[in-house]
Nanobody
Framework: QVQLVESGGGLVQAGGSLRVSCAAS????????MGWYRQAPGKEREFVAA????????EYADFVQGRFTVSRDNAKNRVYLQMNSLKPEDTAVYSC?????????????????WGQGTQVTVSS
């Protein structure tokens, strides 16, 4: 049974930093591309970032603008999203997702497994 469990969310002031993590189990982690998505209240879920199976390639949404960094530790079956220079509009539930593929998809329909998400709130 595949499980993705996010952690590390919380409340942070604008301009601050936060790192969220996703622990994966029940799958061969290094065979999966990992993605991060977010969903703000009243809005659709949107792509944030994704990382290839080895970590050598990454993709980011335009709104990230160099503020976020996605990374992974295959020995620990974890993927991370380091978020710096946070803005109130970054407030959302952040979820990780997994798909066994060679490419890095950005469309959510290509991902097979999802975590429940962790809340990130950025105060102004």
């Amino acid at each position: 049974q595949v499980q993705l469990v996010e952690s590390g969310g919380g409340l942070v002031q604008a301009g601050g930093s936060l790192r969220v993590s996703c622990a994966a189990s029940g799958l061969t982690f290094n065979k999966y591309v990992m993605g991060w998505y977010r969903q703000a209240p009243g809005k659709e879920r949107e792509f944030v970032a994704a990382i290839s199976r080895t970590g050598s390639n990454t993709e980011y949404a335009d709104f990230v603008q160099g503020r976020f960094t996605v990374s992974r530790d295959n020995a620990k079956n974890r993927v991370y999203l380091q978020m710096n220079s946070l803005k109130p509009e970054d407030t959302a539930v952040y979820s990780c997702a997994a798909v066994s593929t060679l490419s890095i998809p950005t469309l959510e329909q290509f991902y097979d497994y999802w975590g429940q998400g962790t809340q990130v709130t950025v105060s102004s």
